[in-house]
């Protein structure tokens, strides 16, 4: 098994958010830390292709993801730019590039059968609807207990598969030789600085470090055979931060993503 580059993606603003979708879609939300603008792009991770690079909708700041579903994103908007609080459903089509339909007077809850669950909170209690996923128009009110929408939420979350998702672990000094023996060489070049993380997943060690040098913490990733301890490649992931920067990679099927220097991807495929 080896590790071929994939895809790479760089945004002129800061990585926010990763999604993916039921089927594979990808998609990055950036934000610029000074104007606060969000911009979205997309992937097919299937075969590695560019589906939206850096749009923006006409709500450029005060915009959220609920989820991305199929080839939907669905948007929210907020009560107060100063409250957490969502409001309202913004289905866009990534297929179609556009926006389907809007409407302010719901929130988003979840999708069953391929019809959007949503809320309306009246004065005494909140009232559940059924809507057209492609339309957005009210197929049914439904009159559901905490139970029922509960175990619709459980079904919900189920359909995204996170078996096929690997995440790394802290590593514990002593436990793998190979590993060991990357610290001791890092250690050559700078004092190895917060806790050491690495994922072991087919025959790779995938390991991710932060060494000190001069005051100046890197961000440093390894990919070794597990086997023979020959290293694939190693990569500077961030080249100066001031904290320990946790999951800066994780495995999605037999995808390798990495984020790089804050504002870019970096995926290789193991085949």
Not at 158 to 174: C, E, L, R
Request: proline share 2%; with cysteine.
């Amino acid at each position: 098994m080896k590790l071929n580059k994939y895809l790479s993606f760089s945004s002129g603003a800061q990585l926010w958010r990763l999604l993916i979708s039921n089927k594979g879609l990808l998609v990055i939300e950036s934000r610029d830390t000074k104007t606060k603008e969000v911009f979205f792009s997309c992937y097919n991770l299937d075969d590695s292709k560019l589906l939206l690079n850096n749009i923006s909708l006409p709500e450029k700041i005060w915009l959220g993801v609920e989820s991305v579903y199929d080839d939907f994103i669905f948007f929210h908007k907020f009560v107060k730019p100063d409250m957490p609080m969502h409001k309202g459903i913004i289905a866009f089509s990534i297929k179609q590039n556009k926006i389907l339909w809007e409407n302010l007077d719901y929130t988003f809850l979840l999708i069953d059968n391929n019809k959007l669950i949503v809320q309306s909170q009246g004065f005494e209690e909140a009232n559940y609807y059924a809507l057209d996923i492609n339309s957005g128009e009210i197929v049914e009110k439904l009159n559901l207990s905490f139970e029922e929408l509960d175990d619709k939420h459980n079904n919900f979350s189920d359909s995204f598969n996170y078996d096929v998702y690997n995440y790394p672990q802290t590593y514990k000094p002593g436990t793998i030789e190979i590993v060991d023996s990357i610290i001791s060489k890092l250690k050559k070049s700078g004092n190895i600085k917060f806790n050491s993380e690495y994922l072991e997943i087919n025959n790779f060690y995938f390991c991710n470090f932060h060494t000190e040098n001069n005051g100046i913490i890197k961000n440093i990733f390894f990919a070794v055979d597990k086997i023979t301890g020959k290293k694939y490649f190693d990569l500077t992931l961030n080249s100066s931060v001031n904290a320990f920067v946790p999951e800066s990679f994780f495995v999605y099927k037999n995808l390798l993503i990495l984020l790089v220097e804050k504002k870019g991807l970096t995926v290789f495929k193991m085949e």
